[in-house]
């Protein structure tokens, strides 16, 4: 209890919120409240650090922390879901630029140079055995070469699990619990007869469901197969309802007609707040139905007897026996359900979570692993190979050729030098009319007023260096806009998505995703309100959020600083995008507005913080938006 500076690194906002929340609110934490200064934005520097802080991260806000806070001494650090290291460890649907297992990576490298006393934890983690030659050894010298020592658990359930194969006939599951799915042949009815005979019983249930729009479709055959016109909805949940419904104006989208039904829907798509809501009133016993993907496994702690099996996949790819272990978990919880049951539809689940992984592995301590760019500095000499020497100097050659000091290239992490280098040169070979564009587009972006001209000139800045295929596919289609009867210029279509969201916030790309069509096999047609939204949020959510917001943040350094050098200023004195980057990684540009965005609230909510009118916008809250702020005033100002 002798330490002065904590910091706390966690995957996801989620966990993020949820520790934060705990921190602030529970009486149990008290201690840590009256004797911490507790921060979860990584601009905290100079004077609003404390004697003693506690620094609640995920990897991307430790490593913008660090680069702002060089000489800062931290005492302690705690890493959550340390498997992340390790891309391989676990299923992913997603192309590997969205992946974060190089943050991870960067973040542990930087804590492991800087503080001693480290906890790196994470469940079902299957370890090397020290004494086989045939295994792959870089995680035990990971351990070995850092003197961390093991302390594995993987033996012990704290909450005692059922495994059952819910079979076409009877299934009796034990003394309280029988599955009768005589008769029923279609798999949505088969899901449905499940789910009520577990209401029967008056227990509640999460259903595992491979991907977003398989879990909106399984909603849709819950409710069909339910007759749920006398379900008593609790008045909390009712709040959220009309809240919804007031605020999208989306009768038909499957989370609301789920949520009227007693069924909360959770998915990485789903805004966050929303999330983070469903989760409270499922373990409420507000919601009885919770249909989830893997976001189930990575951030959220719920309460749940029964979890329901429905698909062996992730995506397209099959479950890994390491996600499986993390599905089955969701059974049961200490302190609520001493045992839990895990109802498995789909066969083949059973058998991956019976089966065994590969171990967990370190690709930094290990020379034979494939490296890029990154990895050449993030590895110490002995695992890097000669070809890896080789390269890392000759970016170091070019490097010192532009006299660009380390303090500014090790800025953003997780984008290489030569990245740096290319947008580096790409700015300095602009024209005088290129910079006056920049020039006029950082001025209105002062108001979150976007000037497309001055955008483009910026993302054909920072084209060379994206390799994230949607983020390019949303530059390289372009789009043309009327004025009055004139066809205006062409733009990229991503400056009228952004557009659409800086302007009208996540409804303003839900209203210009509704506007365009898709293209299907059988012709053209609209999105549909479930694709607009799940558009919507991977557009905001992860193309916005971890993408296009690192590029620019590139951009963003390397312009500031060769201005800095040309006018001879200082680096922060220099005028640059730092509030669209603001905008885009928290949804808000105040402290409060920002913290409140963490916490997750209401974008009204965000607004009134971020807004000099806020009388006026309060008066325009409902009933849910109210009680939220009553909550988040109180965390707030505390």
């Given at each position: 209890m002798q330490y002065k500076n904590i910091v706390l690194v966690f995957p996801t906002i989620a966990l993020l919120s949820e520790n934060y929340e705990r921190l602030l609110t529970d009486d149990n934490y008290d201690y840590f409240y009256d004797e911490f200064t507790i921060h979860t934005l990584s601009e905290i520097n100079g004077d609003k650090i404390g004697h003693k802080n506690i620094f609640i991260f995920t990897p991307e806000r430790y490593l913008s922390f660090i680069d702002k806070n060089r000489k800062l001494d931290i005492d302690f650090v705690f890493v959550d879901e340390i498997y992340k290291i390790d891309n391989e460890y676990l299923t992913n649907t997603i192309n590997k630029e969205n992946e974060r297992d190089t943050a991870y990576r960067v973040a542990l490298f930087h804590i492991l140079k800087s503080t001693h006393d480290i906890l790196l934890v994470g469940p079902y983690i299957e370890f090397p055995d020290t004494n086989?030659?045939?295994?792959?050894?870089?995680?035990?010298?990971?351990?070995?070469?850092?003197?961390?020592?093991?302390?594995?658990?993987?033996?012990y359930e704290i909450v005692n699990k059922s495994v059952s194969i819910i079979n076409n006939g009877i299934t009796k599951i034990d003394n309280n619990l029988?599955?009768?799915?005589?008769?029923?042949?279609?798999?949505?009815?088969?899901?449905?007869?499940?789910?009520?005979?577990?209401?029967?019983?008056?227990?509640?249930?999460?259903?595992?469901?491979?991907?977003?729009?398989?879990?909106?479709?399984?909603?849709?055959?819950?409710?069909?197969?339910?007759n749920a016109s006398d379900t008593l909805i609790n008045n909390n949940l009712q709040q959220l309802i009309t809240h919804l419904k007031r605020t999208f104006k989306l009768e038909d989208w499957s989370l609301i007609r789920g949520l009227e039904n007693k069924i909360g829907i959770h998915h990485g798509l789903v805004p966050k707040y929303i999330q983070k809501e469903i989760i409270q009133l499922f373990n409420e016993g507000n919601l009885d139905v919770l249909i989830s993907t893997t976001t189930i496994t990575e951030g959220v702690n719920t309460s749940a007897k029964n979890l329901i099996v429905q698909s062996a996949s992730k995506g397209n790819k099959p479950l890994k026996t390491f996600d499986a272990k993390n599905i089955a978990g969701r059974a049961g919880r200490f302190l609520h359900h001493y045992q839990g049951r895990v109802l498995i539809i789909d066969k083949k689940f059973k058998d991956i979570l019976e089966g065994s992984d590969s171990e967990i592995k370190h690709k930094n301590y290990d020379e034979s692993s494939k490296k890029d760019e990154i990895d050449y500095f993030i590895t110490n000499e002995d695992f890097l190979n000669s070809d890896d020497r080789k390269s890392r100097k000759l970016v170091l050659h070019e490097q010192l050729k532009r006299d660009i000091p380390n303090e500014i290239m090790q800025m953003y992490k997780v984008i290489s030098h030569s990245d740096k280098i290319t947008v580096y040169d790409k700015i300095i070979d602009l024209s005088h009319?290129?910079?006056?564009?920049?020039?006029?587009?950082?001025?209105?972006?002062?108001?979150?007023?976007?000037?497309?001209?001055?955008?483009?000139?910026?993302?054909?800045?920072?084209?060379?260096?994206?390799?994230?295929?949607?983020?390019?596919?949303?530059?390289?289609?372009?789009?043309?806009?009327?004025?009055?009867?004139?066809?205006?210029?062409?733009?990229?279509?991503?400056?009228?998505?952004?557009?659409?969201?800086?302007?009208?916030?996540?409804?303003?790309?839900?209203?210009?995703?509704?506007s365009r069509q898709k293209k299907t096999s059988k012709g053209n047609r609209n999105l549909t309100t479930d694709e607009a939204i799940r558009d919507s949020s991977s557009f905001i959510f992860h193309t916005l959020k971890y993408q296009l917001v690192k590029y620019l943040g590139v951009f963003n350094m390397m312009y500031k600083f060769i201005i800095s050098k040309q006018v001879d200023k200082l680096f922060d004195d220099v005028?640059?995008?730092?509030?669209?980057?603001?905008?885009?990684?928290?949804?808000?540009?105040?402290?409060?507005?920002?913290?409140?965005?963490?916490?997750?609230?209401?974008?009204?909510?965000?607004?009134?913080?971020?807004?000099?009118?806020?009388?006026?916008?309060?008066?325009?809250?409902?009933?849910?938006?109210?009680?939220k702020f009553k909550i988040i005033e109180s965390i707030l100002n505390r």
């Open positions: 086989e030659s045939t295994t792959n050894q870089s995680f035990n010298l990971f351990l070995y070469n850092n003197n961390f020592t093991i302390l594995d658990f993987n033996k029988s599955i009768d799915l005589k008769g029923y042949k279609k798999v949505g009815e088969k899901l449905g007869k499940i789910v009520s005979d577990i209401r029967q019983i008056e227990e509640n249930c999460i259903i595992y469901t491979k991907g977003a729009g398989t879990a909106e479709k399984k909603t849709k055959d819950i409710i069909k197969f339910s009319k290129d910079h006056l564009k920049i020039k006029q587009f950082i001025q209105k972006i002062s108001y979150l007023y976007l000037d497309r001209d001055g955008f483009s000139v910026i993302l054909n800045t920072i084209y060379p260096i994206i390799n994230n295929k949607k983020l390019l596919f949303f530059i390289d289609t372009e789009s043309q806009i009327k004025k009055g009867q004139n066809i205006g210029k062409i733009y990229p279509i991503l400056t009228y998505m952004l557009s659409a969201y800086l302007s009208g916030g996540f409804m303003g790309s839900v209203t210009y995703n509704l005028l640059g995008i730092d509030k669209l980057l603001m905008k885009l990684e928290y949804n808000a540009v105040s402290a409060k507005g920002r913290l409140a965005s963490d916490y997750g609230v209401p974008s009204k909510i965000i607004k009134y913080y971020d807004n000099d009118n806020q009388v006026t916008i309060r008066e325009t809250f409902d009933e849910y938006e109210e009680s």
